[in-house]
Structure formats: C-alpha cells, structure tokens
C-alpha cells in the first residue's frame, strides 16, 4: 500500500453509515481513483451502494473475479441467477469504477521487504452527516464462521440424507475443522445455510478441504477451489470434483472417513 488515509474523528468511533460514507466520498471526489474496490464484508455491502449513488457511477456487488481490459475498464465477474451462470460487467462511461469483492477470493499480499508506505492523517474540521444515534451495543453469541475455519470437512448430495452429516462432523472435530455443505444439500433443508460453499454460499480457503459426495458443480467449485489442499471422496471416479483435487479417493464414503477418523485419533 503506498498510501493510508487516516481520519480522526470522534464521529467515527462507531460504525455508521452516514458519517462514513460522507468521509470515502469527499476523499474520492478529491484524489479521484479510475478504480474503488470494497470489501464485500458486512460493512462494505453497507457503505458501497451509498457512496456509488453519491458519486454518480455504478457499482458491481459481490465479485468473485476481476481483470482490466486493454482500454482501462475494469472487469468485474459475479456469479447471477442464483449463481447459475457468471456475467462480466464493465463501467464504461463513469469513474470510478466500483465493486465489491468477496472475501477470500484473492491471495494474502505478500509483505515486501523494506517497502515503506505514507500514512496521510487528516483532521474532520466540520460536522459530518448523521442521521442515527448509536444507543446501545448487543453482542450476539459468536459461533465460529466457516470462511475462518482453517479445515472444512464438506458434504454433498452423496452423503444420502441429514444423518450423514453426523459422520463428516466427527471427521471435523477430530481434525479441529468445521462442516460445511453443497447447494443442493442445503436446498435439501440438510443442513443449514450458513454451511453453504459456493457462489451462492460463502467463498472460503482453508488449509485443507475434504469434499465428500460432492460431485463439483462448477459453482461449487468457484467456492473453495483457492484450498491450500483439496481432497476428494465421492464413489464416482468421472466426478469434477477430481479435477481440482490434490488427493482423491474413490469408494464409498461411509467406509473411507470411518478410517480416516480412526487413523486421526490415534
């Protein structure tokens, strides 16, 4: 990063739309990016739509892959239709360009030895836009997010029903990981959608993912296929899962993890 813009400002303390998005849009107008990029956290879907109206340009929500063409447009590909088919966008005609982007779905940067950035501090010298009060803080119960989980044991149409998952969630807490689940499962009512990895689900990337039964539909696959290590159980050898798997096994599942977990306890 070569520069930090950072904004002291007791408004700031807490997150809140109006006082936020008056700051990122005064700073946009004034240094003027070809490109604005936000995280597509809970956060940034918030601020996003907001500062993009302000600004007059468009904003592409939630995408999982972006390039530049040879004219400076950005592309910007998100999964549409339920995550059946995947559309490209461009802004051709208004700056700048503006996208969310799913986490995950990009490489850590790696630090560079010896670079040093500026950090640019700035005083708010007016009042900022608020129309809310923050009166209270409720912390909800914190239940651990798959998109964190460093393994996931996933399940997929050929774990045969809802008590299948109970054998992939014992492989799970043996290896100190979370389950997660294919669309069609969860469409299914299997297991709920929280667990869901895909286009439509969540984006993840953990050091090891075990698909079980899952077939690997390509908007499966756009979901977890960035896995530091990929394994594959499915008793179809012509699976697409098998594609992007690092290590594949296959034969029936309800005999292979019971193994697995046997050897991993030992």
């Avoid at 006082?19 to 005064?26: A, L, M, N, R």
């Avoid at 979370?178 to 953990?206: C, F, H, N």
């Avoid at 594609?243 to 977990?261: C, M, N, R, S, T």
Wanted: hydrophobic residues 40%; glycine residues 10%.
């Amino acid at each position: 990063v070569n520069k930090v813009y950072l904004y002291d400002c007791s408004s700031l303390t807490k997150f809140r739309d109006d006082p936020y998005v008056d700051i990122i849009t005064e700073l946009v107008k004034e240094i003027k990016p070809s490109i604005f990029l936000i995280g597509a956290t809970s956060i940034g879907r918030s601020i996003a739509p907001r500062i993009a109206t302000k600004l007059r340009t468009g904003l592409t929500a939630d995408c999982t892959g972006l390039d530049i063409d040879s004219e400076g447009n950005l592309l910007q590909t998100r999964p549409t239709f339920g995550g059946n088919i995947m559309a490209t966008i461009i802004t051709p005609n208004n700056r700048p360009q503006m996208a969310t982007v799913r986490y995950k779905i990009m490489n850590r940067a790696k630090k560079i030895p010896g670079f040093s950035g500026e950090i640019i501090v700035r005083k708010v010298e007016r009042e900022l836009i608020d129309r809310t009060s923050l009166r209270k803080i409720f912390m909800a119960k914190e239940e651990k997010n798959i998109t964190e989980a460093k393994i996931i044991v996933s399940g997929g149409k050929g774990v045969g029903n809802p008590e299948g998952f109970k054998l992939l969630k014992e492989l799970a807490d043996a290896l100190g990981g979370t389950v997660g689940a294919s669309r069609l499962v969860v469409d299914e009512g299997w297991i709920p959608y929280k667990r869901q990895v895909g286009l439509s689900g969540k984006t993840v990337k953990p050091k090891l993912y075990i698909a079980c039964g899952i077939s690997g539909a390509v908007q499966h696959l756009a979901g977890m296929q960035t896995s530091d290590v990929i394994v594959a159980i499915n008793s179809d050898s012509s699976a697409p899962i098998f594609k992007v798997a690092d290590y594949g096994i296959v034969g029936d599942l309800f005999e292979i993890i019971p193994e697995i977990i046997k050897f991993v306890k030992k």
